[in-house]
C-alpha cells in the first residue's frame, strides 16, 4: 500500500507495539487540543473513537492479537492517520506512552498483509440500513474495526463486549429516530460520549450511540449561559467560554460535558462557589427512553430535579444543555497552603468556604499533586519524595480566587506557597532531587519545618536561586527528542499557573500514568473531621491489606462548609491479570466499608448512590435526611 | 579480654565507622550489626568502609545484618546465637535528626533501639555507650561528667539521648554491667586527612554558602544577574562573590575531629574505667573564626558576626532559620568538664588538635572533592 506513510526502520517491533497499545487508558485526551498544538485530524474528521488514537491503540491490539480481522473499515482506519504525531506530544504528556511507533507498525503489518490477502468487506444489514437512512452512511456501522474501539475499558469489573453496531447521530431529531427504531427492531442500546470510557458503564452488545457529532455551543452572555451540544467536551466548553471572559464549573477536561452532569453532576475545585448537580444547569433537553423529546423546564417534565437513593434513575439521553458563566476577574490567582496533617487542611479548607472565602478550593495530596505537576512518573517520585521526606508536606490546599479572597486565604493560612513559588518549584523539580539541594532542605528542619521557612514571604529569589528553574531544566528529564517540545510547552506561563492548571484541569489525567485508576467519590459532612480521617484510614487499610496501591486524592468543600467532596483512588495495571484480581476484591472490600459509614452516619453519600442522577438538586441528596420524603 | 569479639553497632556510621576501622586495625576481633542499604548487603558496606579507611583486617569482621529499631534488631536465630555470648558492646548507632516530626523515629532508634542492643547481649560485661555532650539539654554553665536532670531540650536529639543514658545506667545496674558513657562535642572530620562520612553540623553552613556562592555566581556571569542583586549579593574583582550575611556571634561551639575522638574513646575502653566522659575540646571555637575560614579559603566575602547588625533580606532569613536550630550549638553556653577525660588522656600525651585554617581547608576540600558524601558509597 503505497499511501501508507510510514518508516519501517523506525517501526516499533510487534511486542513493543502491542504492549503500549493494549496500556491505553482510555482518558481521550487525545481528543482535545488540551497543548494547543491541533487535534488528530483524522478523528476529527471521522468523528468514530476508531479513528482517534485511543481508538487505534485498540485497534492494533486487537489485530495484533487477530481479535479482529483486517477490514476494508480497519484499511481505512489507517489510511486516514497521516502519522502526523500529534498523539505522540499528548500521549506522553498525560501517560508517557508514545502511540506513534504503534501506528507506524500497524501501518506496516498492514502493509505485509496485503502483500498476499485482501481486506474483508463487512456486509450491512437491514438494521444498519435503517441507521444509515436515520444519520447518513458514513455515521453508522457494523465494522469490527470501529467496533472493537467501543468493546475495551480499563475498569477492572468490565470484560470486552463488542457491540453490534456504532452509530454517531448529528441532532437531537436523529438520537429519537434512533432510539425509537431500536424500541421497534428491539435492540439494545448503550449511550456514551466519544469521551473516556473508564468505568465499565458504557460497553453493551447492541447498538452503541455516540453522541461525538453533537457538538452544537451557542453563547448568551446576556444571559450568561451556554447551550452545548451532548458531544462538548468540558475542555472545548471552557476554552470558548474563557475567550469569552467567562468561566463554567467543569471537570475532566476530556469527558463530554452533558454526560459528566448526567453521571454525577459535576464537581471541580469550584464546587465550592460554583456549587455542583443542578446548580449550574438552566435547562437541558432529553430524549426519553420512549424516544420523546421534552426539555426540564417543560412543567410535565419527568422531575429529574428529585432524588431518591433506592429508585433508577429515569432513562433518557441528554442531547443539549444550558448551563451558567460565571463571570472572571482580572486579579484572579492561586496560592497554596501546605499542611502535614489532613485535619489541619481540611479544617482550613471548610474555614475558607464556611466563610466563602475563594473560588475553587481543593486539599489534594502531596503525592497526587506530585503526579500532575512532574512531566514524568520519575519526575513525580523525586516530587513527592521531597514534599514527604523532606519538606514534610503531606497536603497542600490550593484556593482560587480574586485579590479579595486570596488576601483572606492569607490571612488565615499557618504559611503560603504563593504562585510564583509554585512555579519555580514546578520548572525547578529537576533540581529538588538533586542530593545538594535535598541536604540543603534537610539541613534547616528543626521545630519549623522546612515548607515553613520556604513559604516565608521573601523566599523567593533563594528559591529560584538554588534551583534554577527554567522550561529547559524541566524539559532535560523527557526522551530526548521531546525535549524542545516540552520546553516550548512549559515556556507557556500558563502550564504553571494554578489558576489556569485547575480552570482546565488538564494535568489531572497524569493520575493515570503509572496505572489505571479506581475513583471512589463520596460527599463526607465537614463538622466531623475525625470521621474524614477515620475514612481516609479506612481506605489506606484495604489498599494495605489487598495489596494494592491507592492514595488520597482530593477534598473540595461545597455549599459554606457543610459537605465535603472526597475522593480516593486505587490504582492498577489493568493488564495485569493478577492486579485485576486484588483490586476486585479491594473495590468490594471498599464498597463494603462505604456502606458501614453510611449506615453510622447517613450523610456519607457515596457517589455510587448518585449515579445517573446528576441533573437533581444537590439539596435533595445531600440533606435527605431533612427532607419531606426521607428517601 | 582483648581477644575475645566486641560487638559495634551503627559501624557504618560516621562516630562508629571511624572506630571500627581503629579497632580493626588494631586486630581486634569484631561483630559488626550494619543495617543494608539500598542494593548494598550490609557486607558489602562494611566492604566499602574498611576500604574508605585503607584498613586491611588482621581478623575479618563478622558482619550481622541488623535493624537495631526493630523487635530483636531483625535478627535471626543463628545472628541471635553468636550475640549472646558477647562480652563488649561498643553502642554507637544513633538517629541524629533535631527534625520535631522525625520524633517518633528518633525515639525508636536511640532509646528500643538500646533497649533492643542490651536484649540481644545478655552476657556482655562492659558496655560502651555513645552518647553527646549535648544531652545535657538546656542548661547552661558547666556541664559535668554525671547524668544530667536538664528542665527541657532544644530538640527531640537532646532529649533522647538524655532519656538513653538514663536507660543504659537503668539496665546496666540491674545486670551488673560495667558501663562507660561517651560524650562527644560536636565532630568533624580527621584533622590529618580531612576524611569524613557524614557532612553536617559544621558542615551544613559552609554547603549551604558554597551553593549559593556558585548558583549566584552562575547567575551574575551566565545570566541577568537579576536574583543575585535581588539578594543583594555580587561579585568582586578578584572573582570572589559578596554575600551580605551576619552570623550571631556571642558564645562558643565546641568542635572535636573525628581522629581525636577515636583516640579518646580506645584509650578510655583500654582504661578499663567505666562512667561519663566528655569528649570535648577544651578550646572553642568561634563562629567569627568559621567565617573567618570559608572568606579565605572559598571565594566569599561579605561575612560579618555579631548580634546588633543584623542584614535583612533573604539569605539574611535563611540564616537566620538555620541558626535558631542550630543556634544552642554555635551559640553555646555551655561548657563541658572533662576532667575525667583528661586524667586518662594527658598521661598518655593525647590531645584535642585545634581547628585552624589549614585543617578547616582539609575538611572542608575533603567534602566537596566527595560531593558532600554523595560519592562515598559506605
Same mark, same amino acid.
Given at each position: ?50 479513528? /482517534? ?53 500497524? #501501518?506496516? /503489518? ?39 474501539? /467501543? ?110 452532569? =448526567? ?76 499542611? @502535614? ?9 471548610? #474555614? ?122 524541566? @524539559? ?31 494535568? @489531572? ?77 479491594? =473495590? ?9 459509614? @453510611? ?18 438538586? #444537590? ?13 | ?36 542499604? *539500598? ?6 558496606? $562494611?566492604?566499602?568502609? &574498611? ?11 563478622? $558482619? ?16 541471635? !546465637?553468636?550475640?549472646?555470648? $558477647?562480652?563488649?558492646? &561498643? ?79 537503668? &539496665? ?78 556571642? *558564645? ?8 581525636? &575522638? ?50 535583612? *533580606? ?47 581547608? !582539609? ?16
Amino acid at each position: 500500500m503505497s499511501d501508507f506513510n510510514h518508516n519501517k526502520q523506525s517501526s516499533n517491533n510487534t511486542s513493543e507495539a502491542l504492549h503500549t497499545a493494549r496500556r491505553c487508558r482510555h482518558y481521550a485526551m487525545c481528543k482535545i487540543d488540551f497543548l494547543g498544538t491541533g487535534v488528530c485530524p483524522s478523528g476529527r474528521k471521522n468523528h468514530f473513537v476508531s479513528f /482517534y488514537p485511543q481508538g487505534m491503540m485498540d485497534i492494533t491490539a486487537a489485530v495484533l492479537e487477530n481479535r479482529i480481522p483486517v477490514t476494508t473499515g480497519l484499511l481505512e482506519v489507517a489510511n486516514e492517520c497521516t502519522l502526523c504525531g500529534l498523539c505522540d506530544t499528548q500521549c506522553h504528556f498525560v501517560t508517557e506512552l508514545r502511540p506513534f511507533g504503534v501506528f507506524q507498525t500497524l #501501518k506496516s /503489518y498492514l502493509d505485509d498483509y496485503l502483500q498476499s490477502n485482501d481486506p474483508v468487506e463487512v456486509p450491512s444489514d437491514e438494521f444498519l440500513n435503517k441507521l444509515r437512512s436515520i444519520t447518513g452512511e458514513k455515521h453508522a456501522t457494523n465494522d469490527p474495526a470501529h467496533l472493537i474501539a /467501543y468493546a475495551n475499558d480499563p475498569a477492572p469489573i468490565s470484560s470486552e463486549t463488542m457491540p453490534g453496531y456504532v452509530v454517531v447521530p448529528g441532532d437531537t431529531q436523529q438520537v429519537s429516530e434512533i432510539i425509537k427504531l431500536c424500541l421497534r427492531e428491539g435492540v439494545e442500546y448503550t449511550v456514551r460520549g466519544n469521551g473516556s470510557s473508564v468505568m465499565g458503564f458504557v460497553l453493551g452488545s447492541g447498538l452503541i450511540i455516540d453522541t461525538t457529532r453533537m457538538n452544537k455551543m451557542e453563547f448568551d452572555t446576556s444571559n450568561r449561559a451556554v447551550t452545548i451540544g451532548a458531544g462538548i467536551s468540558a475542555f472545548e466548553l471552557q476554552k470558548e467560554t474563557a475567550a469569552r471572559g467567562y468561566r463554567v464549573n467543569a471537570a475532566e477536561p476530556s469527558a463530554l460535558y452533558c454526560a459528566n452532569i =448526567m453521571c454525577s453532576g459535576i464537581f471541580s475545585l469550584f464546587s465550592s462557589s460554583y456549587g455542583t448537580a443542578a446548580d449550574n444547569l438552566i435547562d437541558a433537553e432529553f430524549v426519553s427512553a420512549e424516544g420523546d423529546v421534552f426539555a426540564l423546564s417543560q412543567r410535565d417534565a419527568p422531575n429529574l430535579y428529585g432524588f431518591s437513593k433506592n429508585e433508577p434513575p429515569i432513562q433518557g439521553i441528554c442531547t443539549q444543555a444550558v448551563v451558567r458563566l460565571h463571570p472572571v476577574t482580572d486579579d484572579e490567582s492561586a496560592i497554596a497552603v501546605p499542611f @502535614s496533617d489532613m485535619q489541619s487542611a481540611v479544617g482550613y479548607a471548610e #474555614k475558607l468556604n464556611r466563610r466563602d472565602v475563594g473560588l475553587g478550593i481543593g486539599v489534594l495530596g502531596g503525592e497526587y499533586l506530585s503526579t500532575f505537576i512532574s512531566p514524568t512518573s520519575e519526575l513525580a517520585e523525586t516530587l513527592r519524595n521531597v514534599f514527604h521526606k523532606e519538606l514534610g508536606i503531606e497536603y497542600l490546599v490550593v484556593v482560587l480566587g480574586n485579590k479579595h479572597h486570596l488576601e483572606a486565604a492569607r490571612d488565615m493560612a499557618p504559611v503560603v506557597l504563593e504562585q510564583e513559588v509554585m512555579r519555580a518549584l514546578i520548572l525547578g523539580i529537576p533540581s529538588l532531587g538533586e542530593e545538594g539541594i535535598i541536604q540543603f532542605l534537610r539541613g534547616m528542619e528543626g521545630k519549623a519545618k522546612p515548607y515553613e521557612i520556604l513559604a516565608k514571604p521573601d523566599m523567593l529569589p533563594i528559591i529560584e536561586t538554588i534551583l534554577d528553574p527554567s522550561p529547559e531544566q524541566l @524539559s532535560d528529564a523527557v526522551d530526548s527528542d521531546l525535549k524542545s517540545f516540552y520546553a516550548k510547552l512549559y515556556n507557556r506561563h500558563e502550564l504553571t499557573d494554578m489558576l489556569w492548571l485547575n480552570t482546565f484541569r488538564i494535568v @489531572s489525567s497524569r493520575m493515570g500514568r503509572d496505572g489505571h485508576i479506581v475513583a471512589f467519590i463520596l460527599y463526607v459532612p465537614l463538622d466531623n473531621i475525625p470521621q474524614v480521617e477515620e475514612i481516609h484510614k479506612g481506605f489506606q487499610e484495604v489498599a494495605h491489606t489487598n495489596g494494592v496501591r491507592g492514595e488520597f486524592g482530593f477534598l473540595t468543600p461545597i455549599d459554606q462548609g457543610a459537605m465535603g467532596v472526597f475522593e480516593w483512588d486505587l490504582y492498577l495495571d489493568h493488564t495485569n491479570p493478577e492486579e485485576v484480581g486484588k483490586m476486585q476484591k479491594a =473495590m468490594e472490600k471498599t464498597g463494603a466499608m462505604l456502606d458501614r459509614f @453510611s449506615q453510622k452516619d447517613p450523610r456519607v453519600l457515596w457517589i455510587r448512590d448518585v449515579f445517573n442522577k446528576g441533573f437533581a438538586r #444537590k439539596e435533595a441528596y445531600l440533606y435527605h435526611g431533612a427532607s419531606f420524603s426521607k428517601v | 579480654m582483648k581477644n575475645s569479639p566486641i560487638l559495634i553497632t551503627g559501624a557504618t556510621g560516621f562516630i562508629g565507622g571511624f572506630l571500627a576501622g581503629e579497632l580493626i586495625k588494631r586486630g581486634r576481633k569484631t561483630i559488626l550489626t550494619v543495617r543494608p542499604k *539500598g542494593n548494598d548487603t550490609a557486607r558489602q558496606r $562494611v566492604e566499602n568502609l &574498611l576500604k574508605f579507611l585503607n584498613i586491611e583486617a588482621k581478623h575479618e569482621p563478622v $558482619v550481622i545484618p541488623a535493624e537495631i529499631d526493630k523487635p530483636g534488631m531483625g535478627l535471626s536465630v543463628e545472628h541471635q !546465637r553468636i550475640l549472646r555470648d $558477647v562480652p563488649e558492646v &561498643l553502642h554507637c548507632a544513633a538517629d541524629t535528626s533535631f527534625a520535631e516530626r522525625k520524633k517518633q523515629q528518633v525515639e525508636a532508634t536511640n532509646l528500643q533501639g538500646l533497649r533492643n542492643v542490651f536484649n540481644a547481649v545478655p552476657n556482655c560485661e562492659r558496655f560502651f555507650h555513645m552518647s553527646s555532650a549535648y544531652s545535657a539539654g538546656i542548661q547552661e554553665g558547666l556541664i559535668t561528667e554525671e547524668l544530667q536532670y536538664p528542665p527541657d531540650y532544644h530538640n527531640p536529639y537532646e532529649k533522647s539521648k538524655n532519656e538513653a543514658e538514663k536507660l543504659i545506667t537503668d &539496665l546496666c545496674r540491674e545486670r551488673k554491667t560495667n558501663l562507660t558513657i561517651f560524650r562527644p562535642s560536636i565532630t568533624y572530620g580527621d584533622a590529618s586527612t580531612g576524611k569524613s562520612l557524614r557532612f553536617y553540623a559544621l558542615y551544613f553552613p559552609v554547603r549551604t554558602l558554597l551553593l549559593f556562592r556558585d548558583s549566584l555566581k552562575k547567575d551574575i556571569l551566565e545570566r541577568s544577574g537579576n536574583r543575585a542583586a535581588s539578594l543583594g549579593a555580587s561579585i568582586n574583582k578578584n572573582g570572589s562573590i559578596r554575600l551580605p550575611l551576619t552570623f550571631p556571634g556571642s *558564645g562558643q561551639l565546641n568542635l572535636v575531629p573525628i581522629n581525636f &575522638l577515636v583516640e579518646a574513646v580506645t584509650a578510655i575502653m583500654d582504661s578499663g574505667e567505666t562512667g561519663i566522659f566528655h569528649i570535648v575540646n577544651p578550646k572553642s571555637d568561634t563562629v567569627g573564626q568559621l567565617a573567618h575560614h570559608i572568606e579565605r579559603h572559598y571565594s566569599i566575602s561579605g561575612l560579618e558576626v555579631g548580634d546588633e547588625t543584623m542584614q535583612d *533580606g533573604p539569605l539574611q532569613t535563611l540564616i537566620n532559620s538555620y541558626m535558631d536550630l542550630y543556634y544552642p550549638y554555635f551559640c553555646d553556653k555551655r561548657r563541658f568538664s572533662d576532667y575525667r577525660t583528661r586524667e586518662i588522656l594527658e598521661p598518655l600525651g593525647i590531645e584535642c588538635p585545634e581547628l585552624t585554617s589549614a585543617v578547616f581547608k !582539609r575538611c572542608m576540600d575533603f567534602a566537596v572533592e566527595s560531593s558532600w558524601g554523595a560519592e562515598i558509597r559506605v
